[in-house]
């Protein structure tokens, strides 16, 4: 059997960032991914917040890693739309992100080890013993795990204090064009329950993608396309799951600690989770090495800092699930109200002038004003969503 101090399970956003982390504090994480190689196969709009670039120190000036900065961003209703104030999202080519975030982690003294995917997950006194399966198969005894799975979490769900987290599934075509000039999520409640359709644009192409817990997701997306009148030669599609009901309420247990999608770690309004995997890998890196520190020096350091550490970030605020719950459960009727207040006006800050134009709209909407406590869960989870959705 060999032997090894930190382990991470998963090559995505999530694990490589806490492969970073724990690098930066003097560890060396071994990385696990299944896939041959970092990045592949796509399954994501590419939408991401200049925020992820400036808190983990991403150069922009790196153009490679992104195409196109969009600063305005539609929210259409079925009636009426509203729009997103001071947004700022990156078009990335999530490939190559990925493939960047790797490169640090190597250069910090990370191993990546690809085409080789964990088996089993078995914990002992020891800490963890983790089957592998490459060129061969290995029994690996660990001190640290961190489990940066993705959204089907497998290994996760097999210990007891991981809860299976609901699923929703995107899928998404790169077409050929620029369809539009920014962001739009087009919202209806009878087409796309719980979902929404995106158009995000970048340069010569734009990704078009449903997410909703109805099924045909494609015929729902190829009507959308046909109603609109986008033509254009479909480049790539690809699809997969999303949790979709926000993070589960533990997040570790002796010696494992959960990150990313596997933990739940996704905008329950927007479903978007790159940002959130980062943070959580970045914090449980941090804290993983601590607990790694101490445990040499036979000291105690308890792992539940991670959670402690986590909830302190908005994205684990219960208000987003609320937000969730009472956003995606409203009528075609509700939204196109509230498409008709807001009338182009923000949805996450609205103020002065906007604010006397919004209320006295709100006043002639008598069935919106029964939901005050709702509309308030919406001002708010949308205003965290602009910064942590995408
Ligand atoms: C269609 C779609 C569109 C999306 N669009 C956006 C968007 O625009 N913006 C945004 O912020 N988010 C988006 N998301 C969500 C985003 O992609 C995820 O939140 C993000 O990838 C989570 O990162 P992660 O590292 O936790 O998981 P992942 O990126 O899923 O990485 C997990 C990795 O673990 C590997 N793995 C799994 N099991 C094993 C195993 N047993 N052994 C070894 N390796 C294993 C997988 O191969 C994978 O590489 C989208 C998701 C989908 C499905």
């Not at 990385?31 to 991403?58: K, M, Y």
């Not at 969730?324 to 196109?336: A, G, Q």
Request: net charge positive.
């Amino acid at each position: 059997m060999e032997n090894i101090r930190a382990a991470i399970v998963g090559g995505g956003p999530a694990g490589l960032q806490a492969a970073i982390s724990l690098s930066k504090a003097g560890m060396t994480p071994t990385v696990f991914e299944e896939h041959p190689s970092i990045g592949q196969p796509i399954q994501c709009g590419e939408g991401l917040s200049i925020h992820a670039f400036d808190d983990f120190s991403i150069p922009i000036e790196e153009n490679k890693l992104w195409i196109d900065l969009h600063k305005k961003c539609k929210l259409v209703f079925p009636e009426g739309r509203a729009t997103y104030g001071d947004i700022q999202a990156y078009m990335i080519r999530r490939d190559k992100f990925d493939q960047y975030l790797a490169k640090q982690a190597i250069n910090l003294g990370a191993e990546i080890i690809t085409a080789t995917k964990v088996h089993s997950i078995q914990q002992n006194s020891e800490g963890v013993i983790l089957t592998t399966k490459g060129d061969e198969t290995k029994r690996i005894q660990s001190n640290l795990v961190i489990l940066a799975e993705g959204a089907r979490a497998k290994l996760a769900q097999r210990l007891s204090f991981v809860p299976p987290s609901p699923l929703i599934y995107g899928f998404e075509y790169k077409i050929e064009g620029e369809w539009r000039e920014e962001l739009e999520f087009h919202f209806d409640s009878e087409k796309y329950p719980y979902g929404y359709i995106w158009i995000f644009p970048r340069k010569n192409e734009t990704n078009i993608g449903i997410v909703t817990t109805a099924k045909e997701r494609k015929k729902r997306l190829d009507n959308f396309l046909k109603q609109n009148n986008i033509s254009g030669k479909i480049l790539k599609k690809m699809g997969g799951p999303i949790p979709m009901k926000g993070p589960i309420p533990k997040l570790y247990c002796d010696n494992i600690l959960v990150v990313g999608d596997a933990a739940g770690m996704v905008n329950p309004i927007f479903y978007g989770g790159i940002r959130m995997g980062m943070t959580s890998g970045e914090i449980a890196g941090k804290i993983g090495a601590k607990f790694l520190t101490s445990k040499k020096e036979n000291q105690f350091y308890s792992l539940s800092n991670y959670q402690s550490e986590i909830l302190k970030f908005k994205f684990m605020d219960e208000i987003n699930l609320k937000c969730h719950n009472f956003f995606y459960s409203r009528s075609n009727k509700f939204l196109s109200k509230l498409g008709k207040i807001l009338n182009n006006q923000y949805i996450n800050r609205i103020s002065g002038r906007e604010k006397i134009k919004v209320l006295s709209n709100l006043l002639k909407e008598p069935g919106l004003l029964r939901h005050p406590k709702g509309l308030l869960q919406i001002y708010k989870g949308f205003k965290i969503a602009r910064d942590w959705g995408f």
